[in-house]
């Protein structure tokens, strides 16, 4: 991945146990691609030093404004010229005072000053003294400054005390800054998707279900959501984090999840049906455990609706967009189902290697022909599919 190819970064480090996380986030970055220029306040470099941000950047890391290494000796100006951004990660209590008042009397917080690039910064303190009205009076000024403020999270804290104060992991931080730089194409529209496989019981504990892993759709809710859209993902069975930010409902069945969509279809601007709705369910639903016998089984199974049909036969449907996975004939079966579906798009892909994993290789199909797309990560094709989403909305067909 490298999602933050050419995006060159400031990873500001200030007083905190957190601290130790920040070289988590140092290494994230690195790996996606980024840039990074570490910045250590003197009571960060107390908590982890800068030959570990050195170790882990491949640059030096600073600590000091006074440091001859700089060129012209102007590091409060050199380091942040040309930046993407300034992260600083973990905020202390003290620096968000510090920022809120604009005081520059150390390198970190005069490079913060003296920027011209946005400023994210990570708080984590104990609790009191993030719920201090001090430290909250800070944070809406920062907010109102145009600051960005992820987190904290709650939780248990260093101190032995639970709640708000601790810092977001790292690879959330690492997913909210990748998020910041992507462009806001769906900003104000309201995106509905479904994902993961459906389960249809046939008694307490055994039940029909596939192998999608949901991991496709979940990539669209998080690629839509960066996008700037406000997301609703509907999901089927299955093990994976919710996106920041996103609100998941889960269901189990088919019937379920029509439910849902159905629920929240009159609130959505663009509906994207990712997932592998089972296409039968049990004729029956045993109330017990179905005992062994030695006879042969039968089952009967029932067709399920079609969740997608139905929301786009709407009088006044969402934007639909469809999925289709094909073993063979990709073109005619996906733009089949696109015209039998009136789908103004459909997202193709060819099962060569059974569902899941974390790549993907598709085709984008409307009514100008074939777009493909990949092979790549699969936030990547999410990406590129809410992209082609928003050039056909703007009428540019993509
Ligand atoms: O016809 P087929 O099942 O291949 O169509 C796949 C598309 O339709 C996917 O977008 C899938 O999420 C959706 N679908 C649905 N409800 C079903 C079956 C499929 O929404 N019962």
């Known amino acids: 991945m490298a999602e933050l190819k050419g ?5 500001g480090v200030t007083g905190g146990v957190a601290a130790y996380k920040a070289a988590e986030l140092a290494r994230l970055f690195v790996k996606d691609g980024a840039e990074v220029h570490a910045v250590l306040t003197q009571s960060g470099a107390r908590f982890v030093t800068p030959a570990t941000f050195q170790a882990l950047t491949g640059r030096p890391a600073w600590t000091d404004m006074w440091d001859a290494r700089m060129p012209d000796n102007m590091a409060h100006i050199d380091l942040s010229r040309g930046a993407d951004a300034i ?47 001090a430290t909250q009076r800070n944070k809406s000024q920062l907010a109102q400054d145009g600051v960005i403020v992820l987190g904290p999270a709650c939780g248990e804290q260093a101190c032995g005390e639970t709640g708000l104060g ?9 997913d909210a800054v990748v998020g910041f730089f992507q462009p806001k194409v769906l900003a104000g529209r309201r995106v509905l998707l479904t994902a993961g496989p459906t389960f249809e019981a046939l008694d307490p504990v055994r039940g029909l279900t596939n192998l999608s892993s949901g991991r496709m759709g979940f990539a669209l809710a998080r690629a839509a959501r960066d996008a700037g859209a406000s997301v609703t993902l509907v999901s089927g069975p299955v093990a994976l984090p919710t996106p920041a930010g996103v609100v998941r409902v889960d269901v189990q069945s088919a019937g379920e999840m029509r439910e849902a ?41 029932q067709p399920n609706p079609d969740i997608l049909a139905e929301i786009a036969a709407l009088p006044q449907p969402p934007f639909c967009v469809g999925f289709a996975a094909e073993s063979e004939n990709l073109d005619e079966y996906a733009q089949g189902k696109r015209l039998a579906k009136k789908l103004p798009l459909v997202v193709g892909n060819l099962l060569r290697h059974g569902l899941g994993g974390d ?21 990547e094709i999410a990406r590129g599919i809410v992209a082609h989403i928003d050039q056909m909305l703007a009428g540019n067909g993509g």
């Open 7 to 11: 995006k060159r970064l400031v990873l």
């Open 87 to 133: 992260v600083v990660a973990p905020a202390s209590a003290d620096f968000l005072a510090k920022l809120a008042h604009g005081l520059a009397d150390d390198l970190l917080s005069t490079l913060c000053l003296a920027r011209d690039c946005p400023l994210i910064v990570a708080p984590a303190m104990n609790r009191q003294m993030w719920e201090n009205p």
């Open 166 to 174: 601790r810092m977001l992991e790292a690879a959330e931080l690492h």
């Open 261 to 301: 969509v159905q629920r929240h279809v009159r609130e959505t601007d663009i509906f994207i049906s990712v997932a592998a709705v089972a296409d039968y369910r049990p004729e029956q639903t045993a109330a017990q455990k179905i005992k062994k016998a030695a006879q042969p089984l039968t089952l009967t199974l």
């Open 359 to 379: 790549g993907n290789t598709v085709v984008m199909f409307d009514d100008r022909g074939r777009h493909p797309l990949g092979p790549a990560p699969k936030i």
